[in-house]
């Protein structure tokens, strides 16, 4: 597919942000807890933005969107670079870490949305699923490492001017592509196709997202108290190891997902994989040496992939085709919301209590998603026995949920 290696290259800023925040941060203020909020306020501004720019994308098309947006993600996050370097006060960081969220490329949902516009109703799409997580995941083995070696082995601003540099040429790269980009509303529209829905008005969606924060939980707390525990045994360049190691396990799993022929329905398998993620992350806290928390980040990782796939997934069975794209980032944005607040908890339990502490946050992230699943999970059924609209034509999908 022409859109795969740019669709790579656009995404992979996505890791770098938050870790290039927070290493870039806390070596200008030598806290961990305002490093961990100016991130957090670029993930919320994210988790605002990202859905309206997925229904601007549904609207008026992918490439409409994203050449302003990655103008403006660049801009935002150079000066952001400066501003910190420039040991300007928190205020004038939070102001710039706005932009620079709002302005995140949505690339991964809309990779999906391609996928789905390609592959609609064919048995194909779950493994097309389970290849993008593993993409995701690879960019989070890569990003988060090659972030992390820029900030400690060039400069502590390096990891965040590469984001940009890749946001604005990946970004421009992708948005090229115009051939396999999905009919957007007004084609649509033109074409007599069906009335378009929010997203975020079918309940499943709001269920799938409010899970989604606590995979974001997972990811916030894990930067920022795989940095801490670093810094605490005097290792800062084991953060990019361990932080690899766990996306390594993410990676695995999601390749493992996308090669079994599944007879468990979606919907126990998000359950299922949701209680093996709060247990995983249950034993985080007590780890203390590199080697044992290597083996539990990997532990995790495993985890986090079936219930990600699983998620996306089940979308494809609520949403129908005009609405995806925003669907998508609501649970991209949910994840970044999740990220933001862990990033913040973390940070200031690692600076009063130390890096331990910080693990506190995915457990508690993941079993609170859990519960949610568990007293909602009857909304993750498809209405109206599966029916779904697609392109202006009905189709009955043979849709397991159990």
Request: hydrophobic share 55%; net charge positive.
């Amino acid at each position: 597919m022409s859109f795969l290696l740019p669709g790579f290259a656009a995404r992979q800023p996505f890791a770098m942000l938050t870790i290039g925040i927070v290493l870039l941060v806390q070596h200008t203020t030598g806290s961990y807890g305002s490093a961990g909020a100016v991130a957090a306020v670029t993930g919320v501004s994210m988790a605002l933005f990202a859905p309206q720019s997925g229904k601007l994308a549904d609207r008026f098309g992918q490439r409409a969107v994203l050449v302003p947006g990655v103008l403006v993600h660049s801009t935002a996050v150079s000066l952001l670079v400066v501003l910190a370097l420039a040991g300007a006060p928190m205020w004038a960081l939070f102001l710039a870490a706005l932009p620079a969220g709002a302005s995140v490329p949505q690339v991964g949902p809309m990779v999906r949305a391609r996928w789905a516009a390609k592959l609609e109703n064919s048995p194909l799409m779950p493994t097309a699923a389970a290849f993008e997580s593993v993409t995701d995941e690879f960019t989070f083995v890569v990003g988060p490492v090659l972030a992390t070696a820029l900030c400690t082995g060039v400069h502590p601003a390096a990891g965040l001017i590469a984001e940009a540099a890749l946001t604005l040429f990946g970004g421009l790269f992708f948005a090229a592509q115009r051939s396999t980009q999905p009919a957007h509303g007004l084609v649509a529209a033109a074409g007599g196709g069906e009335a378009r829905v929010s997203a975020l008005s079918i309940p499943g969606v709001r269920v799938l997202a409010v899970a989604f924060l606590g995979i974001g939980s997972v990811f916030g707390g894990m930067q920022v108290s795989l940095t801490a525990f670093s810094e605490e045994i005097g290792n800062p360049g084991a953060n990019g190891l361990l932080y690899g190691i766990f996306a390594a396990g993410n990676m695995l799993a999601g390749i493992a997902c996308g090669a079994i022929a599944w007879k468990i329905g979606p919907r126990k398998r998000l359950i299922l994989g949701y209680a093996g993620l709060t247990v995983a992350a249950s034993l985080l806290w007590s780890a203390h040496s590199v080697v044992l928390l290597g083996a539990l980040g990997l532990i995790v990782g495993l985890c986090i992939a079936p219930a990600l796939i699983t998620g996306y997934t089940i979308v494809e069975t609520l949403v129908p085709a005009s609405a995806r794209t925003e669907a998508f980032t609501w649970l991209t944005g949910a994840v970044a919301l999740g990220q933001a607040a862990a990033v913040t908890v973390a940070g200031r339990l690692a600076d009063e209590h130390g890096a331990s502490t910080g693990f506190l946050v995915p457990l508690v992230g993941t079993a609170l998603a859990l519960a949610t699943l568990l007293a909602l999970r009857s909304r993750l059924t498809p209405q109206a026995s599966g029916r779904v609209r697609a392109r202006g034509i009905g189709h009955r999908v043979p849709v397991t949920v159990d």
